[in-house]
């Protein structure tokens, strides 16, 4: 079987919005355009917080490492994506599709992780201030974030080896913008109760997991700022993880409807229903990194300081 896979299949064809050309040329303009924003406003995060010595706390070490994670996935799947609006049915072969689905998967999965130690540390921060700089020292969030970059590459590679020794017919036909996990295992003519039982095991640890620790530790956040007894002691506490908490429910918000339910061969239709499946997608692609920039810097105000320091820093350069 695996020789029929190598000799039968050798690329796949991603339909996309193929059937939508007018569609097609909207959003490749707008994709565009939300992709340069991505890099400039994660850029802008990653430079503030190597800029800005204030910010050389474990919170914004993790920030940081979140905007370089959305760098990373945005670029393993937005210049295929606008090569489809260009190309229509874009054809990407088979090691190529492997390695695009292999660093789009490990980027979720470690950016799933992230967000939970994100949230154990406001945890820490918050429930116990005065043991906080001891706790989480960098001798602990450097590995803390190490750790969190490995199990979303293992956890990857994991999926990836399983899906790669599958054997491919004829169809070659993904309904997607992307070589998506869950739609290159629709097209695989053998039994997939493997990956399906492996996939379910890593939504467990990858998404239940880390949620779990992100309810956990919300539920001891509150708890703690209800007895704080100044009014502006609360809402100091609450704005340093309101962002965190945003960033948390619009990723998992759409990360659920994809990825939490492996479907059945029978729901791979090509009519109403991909067209928005492909466009929630493309939401989770695209739009979540752009705006979790956006949302750490309009909602902390040590962010919005440090880059109207760094920004007032530069012009004095340019006129001296």
Not at 127 to 135: A, E, G, K, S
């Amino acid at each position: 079987m695996e020789r029929a896979n190598d000799s039968m299949l050798t690329e796949f064809i991603l339909v996309g919005l193929s059937d939508h050309p007018k569609l097609q040329k909207v959003l490749f303009v707008l994709v565009l355009c939300v992709y340069l924003i991505i890099l400039l406003g994660n850029g802008v995060i990653i430079s503030v917080v190597i800029y800005d010595v204030h910010l050389h706390t474990p919170m914004y070490f993790f920030l940081c490492n979140l905007s370089f994670l959305d760098i990373c996935y945005t670029s393993s799947s937005v210049p295929l994506i606008l090569g489809s609006f260009l190309t229509g049915r874009k054809r990407i072969s088979f090691p190529e599709c492997m390695v695009q689905m292999f660093l789009s998967f490990a980027m979720g999965a470690t950016e799933c992780v992230l967000l939970g130690t994100m949230a154990l540390d406001r945890f820490l921060a918050i429930c116990y201030p005065l043991r906080y700089p001891v706790i989480m020292s960098k001798s602990t969030y450097v590995p803390m974030a190490v750790g969190c970059w490995v199990s979303g590459l293992v956890d990857s590679l994991v999926q990836t080896s399983l899906a790669v020794q599958l054997p491919f017919c004829t169809n070659n036909v993904i309904h997607h913008f992307v070589c998506e996990m869950l739609a290159i295992l629709k097209l695989a003519c053998a039994d997939i109760s493997i990956n399906v039982i492996s996939m379910a095991g890593s939504n467990l640890l990858f998404l239940a997991v880390p949620l779990l620790v992100i309810a956990i530790s919300y539920v001891f956040i509150v708890a703690t700022i209800l007895r704080i007894p100044s009014t502006e002691g609360k809402q100091k506490a609450f704005s340093t993880c309101s962002a965190h908490l945003t960033v948390v429910i619009l990723f998992y918000g759409t990360i659920f409807f994809m990825y939490a339910k492996p479907k059945s061969k029978a729901t791979a239709g090509t009519g109403h229903q991909s067209v928005i499946e492909a466009l929630i997608s493309l939401f989770y692609g695209v739009m979540t990194p752009m705006l979790n920039p956006l949302i750490y810097s309009l909602r902390n105000k040590d962010v919005k300081a440090a880059v109207r320091n760094m920004l007032g820093g530069e012009r004095l350069i340019k006129q001296k």
